[in-house]
């Protein structure tokens, strides 16, 4: 039997799941998000573009 999962959100901060349509599960991950934002996205850029080199040299070498 599978448990249905209900609507849930992932915190910004922390990504933990949380009921509701906040963006965080608590305050103190409401406070502290600010200070991390710009850190944080330079992390996803970094990601985002290491992923894209591995994609693109997986295409080359299967290419
Ligand atoms: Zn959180």
Redesign the pocket.
């Known amino acids: 039997m599978v448990e249905k999962i209900p609507q849930h959100r992932h915190?910004?901060?922390?990504?933990?799941a949380?009921l509701g349509e906040d963006r965080?599960?608590?305050d103190?991950?409401?406070a502290t998000?600010g200070d991390s934002l710009k850190k944080k996205k330079r992390q996803l850029l970094i990601l985002y573009a290491i992923t894209v080199a591995v994609l693109i040299i997986a295409l080359f070498f299967l290419g």
């Open positions: 915190c910004s901060r922390c990504g933990k949380h965080f599960c608590s103190d991950c409401r998000s």
